[in-house]
């Protein structure tokens, strides 16, 4: 692999455990045993602040999600099918097809606004 594919797949391995200990951590404070209101308040204040790093992180990884989608509907990324030899004809067709797409939206870009 790339280095550039293992620090991604180390940044969403980080965000994805980082979630599941913020929903923990809200679970262990959230039960209610007749604590002061003062504690209570400190514990509501944390849960809604492991509530936002749970959203930043989601955020991130939706941002990873549609960073590779740009990347590979741009043409930077493409599909090889000779490296599989489990394809059939219509998945063959199909990888095919993707890379023409993509050649097309490539060029597509590359063209100035005048001439669009």
């Known amino acids: 692999m790339q ?7 180390q940044r969403i391995d980080t965000n994805i ?7 923990q951590d809200i ?3 959230s039960i209610n045993q007749d604590k002061p209101k003062e504690l209570l308040a400190v514990e509501s204040l944390t ?18 999600s549609r960073s590779l989608k ?3 509907c741009l043409g930077t990324l493409k599909v090889d099918p ?6 059939d004809e219509g998945t063959e067709q199909v990888f095919r097809q993707f890379n023409e797409l993509t050649n097309r939206i490539a060029q597509f870009e590359k063209k100035p606004f005048a001439q669009i």
Do not use: G, N, Y
């Open 17 to 23: 455990e980082q979630i599941l200990q913020k929903f």
């Open 3 to 9: 280095p550039k594919s293992i620090a991604l797949l």
């Open 47 to 64: 849960i809604e602040s492991d509530a936002l790093v749970i959203i930043r992180l989601c955020e991130d990884l939706l941002s990873v």
């Open 27 to 29: 679970f262990e404070v």
């Open 82 to 87: 000779s490296k599989k030899k489990d394809h």
């Open 70 to 72: 740009e990347t590979w």
